[in-house]
């Protein structure tokens, strides 16, 4: 059995803040964990977008980025901080 999202980034704290913690969701871009802002000492989501080397790719993540920090609803979640961050291997998109 391949293992899952959760058991390659659970626990790996990204950009010296952020501890991944469960899965919340997963489609076919990104999955979206639980974790904790150890900054601000909240929950909050963060997105990890698969790595790849298809610069095509690289480009669709970055404009959901700029969409989604643009979307204001009670509906989604506010979007508060964006980047690259290495999550214990190749580069993830967060």
């Not at 899952?4 to 964990?33: C, F, K, S």
């Amino acid at each position: 059995m391949t293992p899952g999202p959760v058991d390659v980034a659970h626990g790996v704290v990204l950009d010296g803040r952020y501890r991944i913690e469960d899965v919340v969701g997963q489609g076919g871009m990104a999955t979206v964990y639980r974790a904790h802002d150890e900054v601000l000492g909240r929950d909050v989501a963060v997105k990890l977008f698969p790595p790849t080397p298809d610069s095509d790719e690289v480009l669709r993540h970055q404009a959901e980025t700029r969409v989604l920090s643009h979307m204001n609803h009670p509906g989604l979640v506010a979007l508060h901080d964006a980047g690259s961050a290495y999550a214990g291997g190749p580069l993830q998109q967060t």
